[in-house]
């Protein structure tokens, strides 16, 4: 089946090149099919970017999705023209009133400022406690995993002593919950950050749950059992996204260090290697699957009767043993 997305988005090319499904918004408007409802609030400067990568995550399903592009309201973009943003953008007032099946923030380059510091940090805060009951479950990708847990659940942020840059090994603590499920016991997950969580502050909240973490006791993901999901890295980023990262900021004389595990030998004469997209479409499948399609209700007027939504049970093919294990695993 299709992902949706409006008419004239430069995604739908890119996208048509790979032989992803995807459909105008007018062509979907005459099939007679409820699609699920997806809202991706976009807070990278590269926005079109962004877009494509997303997009191509959420398109490796059988489900129909019509995908609502969002920006926050009280924040100029200082990297994409308005002229884009008014076509293929809405400001979060405008679909506030709204109801969605579920919805994803991206990251964004803010990792070193204090939340409160960031211009918009007042409507983001609305945005998160606007998204418990208006989507069935939200998607939190890098900077905004670090903002959600820290608003929504007390967990401070740390800045690291350097850039933690390219792709890393995570443990995959969580086999049983059905956002891993499939996952092998290590999963390469994208990082480009300079803050993070420590694992013994997530562990002491007991409805946070560690699904992936690595060896050096870094966090990659982290449930809730409201349904959210907390990703560290950058799960989206394309083969080569790191290494212009890396030419930007030599570009620009950070001398930064060379992205890890990401170049053959570490050497970034040579190209970079694919080897974390089988995992990040597993995830982002499983999401769609379990957190968003099986939990979200035919008429989304209800998302704003729910109360107490709990994140899916494994499927009842593992067994008891096997999700105690799992729970232990995870703090």
């Known amino acids: 089946m299709p992902i949706n997305i409006p008419d004239g988005l430069p995604a739908m090319k890119v996208l048509e090149d790979e032989n992803i499904f995807v459909m105008s918004e007018t062509r979907a408007r005459t099939q007679d099919i409820r699609p699920l409802r997806i809202a991706i609030l976009n807070l990278m400067p590269t926005k079109i970017e962004t877009e494509i990568q997303i997009m191509r995550l959420l398109s490796n399903t059988p489900l129909q999705i019509d995908v609502t592009l969002v920006v926050p309201s009280t924040h100029e973009s200082k990297n994409t023209s308005r002229d884009y943003l008014s076509r293929f953008y809405k400001g979060f007032s405008e679909i506030e009133g709204d109801n969605f099946d579920g919805m994803i923030i991206t990251g964004a380059p803010l990792e ?14 609305r945005i998160m406690d606007w998204t418990r009951s208006h989507a069935t479950t939200t998607m939190y990708i890098c900077w905004a995993s670090l903002a959600g847990m820290h608003y929504l659940y007390g967990i401070e942020k740390h800045m690291l002593p350097g850039k933690k840059s390219g792709i890393f090994e995570y443990r995959n603590l969580m086999a049983s919950d059905p956002l891993m499920r499939g996952v092998d016991d290590i999963l390469r997950m994208p990082q480009s950050r300079y803050a993070t969580v420590l694992s013994e502050d997530v562990a002491r909240c007991p409805h946070l749950h560690v699904a992936a973490r690595s060896e050096d006791d870094d966090i990659g993901i982290v449930i809730s059992d409201a349904g959210e999901v907390f990703i560290t890295g950058h799960m989206e980023y394309d083969v080569n996204t790191l290494a212009y990262e890396y030419q930007r900021d030599l570009d620009r ?9 990401y170049f053959p030998d570490d050497d970034p004469r040579y190209d970079p290697v694919l080897s974390w997209r089988s995992y990040s479409m597993l995830v982002f499948t499983n999401w769609l699957n379990y957190y968003v399609y099986q939990a979200t209700p035919y008429d989304l007027r209800e998302l704003n009767r729910r109360k107490g939504r709990r994140r899916p049970s494994p499927p009842s093919h593992y067994s008891d043993k096997e999700i105690r294990r799992s729970a232990t695993a995870s703090g």
């Open 112 to 125: 070193d400022i204090d939340f409160k510091r960031v211009d918009y940090w007042e409507e983001m805060c």
């Open 253 to 261: 004389g950070i001398d930064p260090r060379v992205p890890s595990g």
